[in-house]
């Protein structure tokens, strides 16, 4: 198992850790601040540093076989660490603050286009959700103007946890038909934007609203007989 730094804070760009295994398949670390691929939220991207200077160009984090066990996955022709070593593992913190950005807008949109989630996708300085809403039509400046609004109220974004049961008594919690939260492990992350949105949700996020920007919404497209597709940009 790796400890999960980023998963209590987002905010956190770098932390020591130590090597505890290197295979084809990337570098497992004892704890780590990179979040690794699902959700639809990318993996980080990022360095491992060592104290003498040198450093391992991380390209992408994925999951592993294990609970929370998190692969770095090395660039082409990088150096590998040996089991054992101390290093500094640091994000590429301006693509994840995007990211964070980006996926905490999609929450809000969540919370204005009704409908169940079909699927979603954040990406750098765009994202996108499908919505099961059949034979709806959707305003493409009514929902811009309505997350901007939402944006610059500045709302709270606060992590919170609750147990399986607690989940499985409150089943309306989970939006996505896609994708069902983790359980069996006692107690399953929620993500709040107060008054607003509430779901299960393991990725990153900034802690208030403000924080996003303005966006846009770029497109809205069929994808399907009852299924919308709402893309976004940030605006600046």
């Not at 104290?51 to 150096?79: C, F, M, N, Q, W």
């Not at 994202?127 to 709270?156: T, V, Y």
Request: aromatic fraction near 4%; glycine fraction near 12%.
């Amino acid at each position: 198992m790796t400890a999960l730094l980023f998963r209590e804070g987002a905010y956190l760009r770098d932390c020591e850790s130590c090597v505890v295994g290197v295979d084809e398949r990337g570098i497992l670390l004892d704890r780590t601040v990179f979040y690794p691929q699902g959700g639809g939220q990318p993996g980080d991207s990022g360095t491992l540093r060592f104290a003498d200077g040198r450093s391992i160009a991380i390209a992408d984090t994925r999951k592993g076989d294990g609970v929370d066990e998190v692969l770095h996955i090395p660039a082409p022709g990088a150096l590998l660490p040996a089991v054992g070593d101390t290093v500094t593992a640091a994000i590429d913190w301006d693509r994840r603050y995007r990211l964070m950005r980006m996926h905490t807008c999609l929450h809000l949109l969540c919370s204005i286009v009704p409908g169940a989630v079909t699927g979603g996708q954040v990406s750098d300085g765009r994202g996108r959700l499908d919505f099961d809403i059949p034979g709806s039509s959707l305003d493409k400046e009514a929902i811009a103007s309505r997350l901007n609004a939402l944006i610059a109220a500045g709302h709270p974004v606060e992590p919170r946890w609750i147990t399986d049961e607690e989940l499985a008594a409150k089943p309306e919690l989970v939006r996505t038909m896609s994708v069902k939260p983790p359980s069996g492990m006692g107690r399953v992350r929620l993500m709040e934007i107060a008054g607003i949105d509430l779901q299960p949700c393991g990725g990153t996020h900034v802690r208030n609203t403000a924080e996003i920007g303005p966006v846009a919404v770029t497109k809205i497209e069929n994808k399907g007989k009852q299924n919308r597709r709402v893309i976004l940009a940030f605006a600046e």
